[in-house]
């Protein structure tokens, strides 16, 4: 095959942004050493960002987003992969400036792969995509912490989103009494039936900003928001308690006081899915296919093709979203 199907994002004739599916010639893709056709992807925030003309995350148009991709490997000039291996690619440079998993197609480097482990099939990893990767980073940093089902609630902030939906049935798997925070109270039956014990709303972690300490509420947290959503819950830990850091969707800073850290003993601790060493992505994504696996993911995921990609964007955009957007490549 020398041409292949993808969705292409770039300006249009008034000078806006739009996404269309094309074809596209195999040579247009970027050299690398391994040649993946991909079977499935997903859809991420980021993706929506690289899609709509975000600089920062993509500079040059036309362009395919997709940060996620699982498939088939093709060919490999390093001899590290053979014909018909099966792979994941996250983060790195995938979807951003590098042709992404939008495409039925995609060429990169051999250290981006991580071999689908046993357990999972290509669906099943991409119903999890970089939203379960980041999911399990910020719950295997709160097990090593010390965080334990025994030592009290722990709570999810954005818990609609696809970090926290996978975050909430993930805790509520290895035992832990799960408190989600939404601003869409129409799903509080929703977070309940993927594994909440308490359903609370936005309002619950917005008060108190001005204050140096809250009372101690939760023993960890993932959370997926930042900006003063953030401080709030870290001045709400209990003593020796952690939070795990991994979004910024309301703010990139908050006011911040030393009180929680130094008083009660609290761990603030950040989380990259992106950059992270291919060991660390590789451990996490067996735990996800063997220990915690889970069970019933379809139930946080709706599946779309290349085509229906558009309207699912201006959705992640406008926060309309809830849980994820599984994306059939083929």
């Known amino acids: ?40 992807s997903s859809l991420n925030y980021k993706d929506a960002l690289s899609a709509t003309g975000n600089p920062g995350v993509t500079r040059n148009y036309p362009h395919t987003p997709g940060i996620d991709a699982a498939g088939e490997v093709e060919a490999c000039a390093t001899g590290e992969f053979s014909a018909g291996d099966r792979v994941i690619v996250t983060g790195y440079d995938l979807g951003m400036n590098t042709s992404g ?19 999972l099939n290509l669906r099943e990893a991409m119903l999890l995509g970089t939203a379960g990767l980041t999911a399990g980073l910020c719950v295997d940093k709160l097990l090593v912490a010390g965080v334990s089902p025994e030592g009290g609630p722990v709570l999810v902030t954005g ?11 993930l805790l509520a798997k290895l035992g832990f009494e799960v408190e989600a925070v939404t ?104 735990k996800l296919a063997g220990p915690w696996k889970l069970e019933g993911l379809e139930r946080l995921c709706h599946e779309v093709g290349l085509a229906e990609l558009p309207a699912e964007i201006a959705r992640i955009l406008e926060g309309r979203q809830v849980g994820r957007a599984l994306v059939r490549v083929d």
């Not at 041409?3 to 010639?25: I, M, N, P, S, Y």
């Not at 992505?281 to 067996?286: C, G, M």
């Open 159 to 169: 818990a609609t989103g696809g970090v926290g939906s996978i975050a909430v049935m």
């Open 1 to 40: 095959m020398t041409h292949f199907q993808a969705l292409q994002a770039d300006r249009d004739e008034q000078g806006a942004f739009c996404q269309k599916v094309v074809t596209r010639e195999l040579d247009s893709l970027p050299a690398g050493d391994v040649l993946v056709r991909v079977r499935y």
């Open 101 to 119: 998993g939008f495409g039925q197609y995609i060429r990169v480097p051999a250290g981006w792969l991580v071999p689908l482990p046993a357990g």
């Open 183 to 286: 601003g869409k109270a129409e799903q509080g039956d929703w977070l309940r039936q993927i594994g909440a014990s308490a359903v609370l709303g936005r309002e619950a972690v917005q008060e108190g900003t001005a204050k140096a300490l809250l009372k101690e509420r939760w023993a960890g947290a993932v959370d997926t928001v930042g900006g003063d959503v953030l401080f709030n819950v870290v001045k709400s830990l209990r003593r020796g308690g952690s939070v795990a850091c991994c979004g910024l969707t309301a703010g990139t800073g908050f006011q911040a006081s030393v009180f929680p850290f130094i008083l009660r003993g609290v761990n603030l601790l950040g989380v990259d899915s992106v950059e992270i060493p291919l060991a660390d992505k590789a451990d996490i994504w067996r």
